[in-house]
T-cell receptor, first 115, second 113 residues
Framework: AQTVTQSQPEMSVQEAETVTLSCTYD???????LFWYKQPPSRQMILVIR??????QNATENRFSVNFQKAAKSFSLKISDSQLGDAAMYFC????????????FGQGTRLTINP | EAQVTQNPRYLITVTGKKLTVTCSQN?????MSWYRQDPGLGLRQIYY???????DKGDVPEGYKVSRKEKRNFPLILESPSPNQTSLYFC????????????FGQGTRLTVV
């Protein structure tokens, strides 16, 4: 079974600075998808960024980018120019490219932005 | 507007009193699932459905039931709730095609006393 681990329960960063959230996963599959979700105090799950395992190029969405290291099974999220609105719980998630579309989530990292 | 709608958003109930949390999506998605979120554990899948009348257990199905009589609806049923089912619950839907984004409901905060 696949597992996802986020080893940083809490992180904080100064506004306008850069922060990196860590995520590692374990799988025997070669084809899969990885996601970062943001959960603000409203509880809504918001997709931040996604990565297809077969793509070597790291995904980027505006201030958000990932460092995908397939051999190391690592998928970190970098937030540049942090803003107060980035404060939230962030979840890393894995989904197989075959069979049922279950998302396997990490434990979450709570990000605080200091003004 | 494409959305997944859960009701209620907050619920406090007593042990043993049957309850249903509703979930409805307007995107004609085949795949729907329920997750529970607990501190330090992230989200874990309870049940999922690949299409109408097709449901299967996820990772933590004990104490829950689901049904999929219509494509848009996927209710979560707690026949006899217990305090260890106090949690934040999410319904999600996605197309059957691989790689497509999952859409989540707003969440239901359930407290069982």
């Amino acid at each position: 079974a696949q597992t996802v681990t986020q080893s940083q329960p809490e992180m904080s960063v100064q506004e306008a600075e850069t922060v990196t959230l860590s995520c590692t996963y374990d799988t025997s599959e070669s084809d899969y998808y990885l996601f970062w979700y943001k959960q603000p105090p409203s509880r809504q799950m918001i997709l931040v960024i996604r990565q297809e395992a077969y793509k070597q190029q790291n995904a980027t969405e505006n201030r958000f980018s990932v460092n995908f290291q397939k051999a190391a099974k690592s998928f970190s999220l970098k937030i540049s120019d942090s803003q107060l609105g980035d404060a939230a719980m962030y979840f890393c998630a894995y989904r197989s490219a075959q069979g049922a579309q279950k998302l396997v989530f990490g434990q979450g990292t709570r990000l605080t932005i200091n003004p | 507007e494409a959305q997944v709608t859960q009701n209620p958003r907050y619920l406090i109930t007593v042990t043993g009193k049957k309850l249903t949390v509703t979930c409805s999506q307007n995107m004609n998605h085949e795949y729907m699932s329920w997750y529970r979120q607990d501190p330090g554990l992230g989200l874990r899948q309870i049940y999922y459905s690949m299409n109408v009348e097709v449901t299967d257990k996820g990772d933590v199905p004990e104490g829950y039931k689901v049904s999929r009589k219509e494509k848009r609806n996927f209710p979560l049923i707690l026949e006899s709730p217990s305090p260890n089912q106090t949690s934040l619950y999410f319904c999600a839907s996605s197309p059957i095609q691989q790689g497509k984004e999952a859409f989540f409901g707003q969440g239901t905060r359930l407290t069982v006393v």
